[in-house]
Each structure stands twice: as C-alpha cells, then as structure tokens.
C-alpha cells in the first residue's frame, strides 16, 4: 500500500524518531566516550572480584530501566530543559577527572549518575528526574564500597551468620561446633569468608529487594514500606541458608564438593532463597491487607 505525501509517518516510526532526538544522540556519544574506558576498568579491576560481581548486573538493569522510563520522561519533561543541570555536570566531571587522575574507581564511577542526571536535568528538566529517580538511585548499588567501612561492618555480620547457622544445625541433630566465624561439622572445617556473608552480599541483596518493589509497583504505600524494611532481614536470613546448604554439602558429600558448590552454585542458591523470600513475605503481606479490609466496617 503507498502512503501519500501528505500522509502522517506510521506511529511506531513516529515513536522511534521521538525517543533519540539529536541532543541525546550527542549527549549518548558524549557519555560512551567517557565511560566505555571506565566501565572496562572496572570490569578488570574491581568488577573481577566475586565480592563485587553484581556491578555490571545492576549497571545493565539500571540501564534497561531508564529506557522502559524513556518515553514517559520525554513526556514529562517535554523538551524544558534547566540551567541547574550545569552545576551538576560540572560536579560530575571534576569526580570523574579526579577519579580517573588519582585512580580511585569510586569516585570516577559515581560520577557516571551524576553526569545522567546533569544530561536529563539540562535536556528535559526535573520533570525527567521525578520518572528516572529509581534508575538513577539504583545505579548507586553498582558503587564499590569503601574498605574499611566493609571490613568494621562484615566481621559482625559473619559471626551473627555463624552462630545462627550453628544453633540451627545442632538444634536438628548435626555434629557441628563454632569457634569465631571457623565452623567444625564431623571432619571438616569452614570459614564463613566475606563472600559468604558479609556486607558486600546485604548489599546486593538489598538491590534485588528494591528492584522487585519497583518492577511490582504496589499500590499500597504500607505494603511497600513494610517490605522495604523486611529486605533486611530477609538478607541476612537468606546468607544463612547459603552457609547451612554449603556445610550440609560438605558433611555428606566432602570437602570436594562443598569447595564446587561454593564456587559453582553458591552464589545461585543464596538469590533464589532471598527472591523467594521476598516473594513470600510479599504474599503474606498482600494476605494481611486483604483481611484487615474485610474485616474493616
């Protein structure tokens, strides 16, 4: 079928052409030009290690949530840009020069978010950061934490996981005694190392909570506040049935085993036990509401 020449562009072209006009075009080859060298550092360096492995995870998760928000923050914002966004750029690349300059990836990483929100602050105005908040906020969550920050927070959480894991274990019949974060299950013994439970992992499981609150977008503001407030617990509760898996594979199968399954399946067993407990917890939640509104008058 031919279009005539005054016939209007089919919609879905008119969409695409919406979506990337030529500002964000230059400031998209802008960002890539900074920080596609930032980024395979990071994945080098920082990103490498296992503690820090969910970096380039919530980076690409943050990146598919600003553009599902895309089309609604060009509505919002509606092209009004605001002359706040130059403070705010200019922040963020003196954190990126310094950062890069003193070869400090925290600091030249976060300065990825701020210079986003200087993009969407001079291009469409603050209308664009009420749509992308969450995006942005997220992205913090790829931010490697400061050591000695990690190192004063993850040694009480390790002996907390420790001790609950022990209690839990003896109270169903298994040989197991605990000295500091050192657990002896029959012949062997396991250190319950950072990986396994400390702040880095809270940390990553406090992402997921959050990420599953925004995809399932509830209504209610109590439901969504309580749950916030139980990803807490529910992290911790989910490191220790990563450690209890891991001891029980390594008295029944042997130390072999238990070393495969923590390189191998460890890290898959802990977010499955934490999304499936937020899950629940979210269903017990929803399950309360519904009770107290028939019981309402």
């Known amino acids: 079928m031919m279009l005539s020449a005054s016939s209007p562009l089919p919609p879905a072209r008119e969409s ?6 030529l500002e964000w075009l230059l400031a998209l080859a802008g960002l890539l030009a900074l920080y596609v060298p930032t980024f395979y550092d990071a994945l080098r360096e920082v990103w490498g290690r296992e503690e820090q492995a969910h970096g380039p995870i919530i980076l690409g998760v943050s990146l598919w949530l600003l553009y599902r928000n895309w089309p609604a923050m060009l509505a919002a914002g509606a092209g009004r840009g605001s002359a706040w966004g130059w403070p705010v750029l200019a922040a963020g690349l003196l954190s990126y020069l310094l950062g890069r300059v003193l070869e400090i990836q925290v600091i030249e990483m976060f300065s990825f978010p701020c210079t986003v929100v200087a993009a969407m602050l001079l291009l469409q105005g603050p209308a664009a950061l009420r749509v992308q908040w969450f995006p942005l906020f997220f992205m913090l969550f790829m931010l490697p934490l400061p050591g000695p920050f990690v190192d004063a927070v993850t040694m009480p959480m390790k002996m907390a996981v ?11 019949g298994y040989p197991i005694a605990r000295s500091g ?27 997921l909570g959050l990420l599953y609150l925004n995809i399932v977008r509830h209504g209610s503001f109590l439901r969504n506040v309580g749950l916030a407030i139980l990803i807490v617990p ?7 049935i990563r450690v209890i898996t891991l001891t029980l594979i390594t008295y029944h199968f042997g130390d072999a085993a238990g070393q495969g399954f923590l390189h191998g399946f460890a890290g898959m067993v802990l ?27």
Do not use: K, M
């Open 16 to 21: 695409a052409a919406s979506r990337w006009p």
């Open 162 to 172: 420790s001790w609950c894991a022990e209690h839990i274990l003896f109270a169903v």
């Open 181 to 207: 974060v050192v657990l002896q299950v029959g012949q062997y013994q396991l250190l319950v190392a950072d990986a396994c439970a400390g702040l880095h992992t809270l940390f990553t499981l406090e992402a």
């Open 234 to 240: 529910i992290s911790f509760t989910a490191n220790i």
């Open 271 to 297: 977010f499955i036990s934490a999304l499936l407990l937020i899950i629940g917890v979210d269903t017990l939640l929803r399950g309360a509401a519904r009770t107290r509104n028939r019981s309402a008058p």
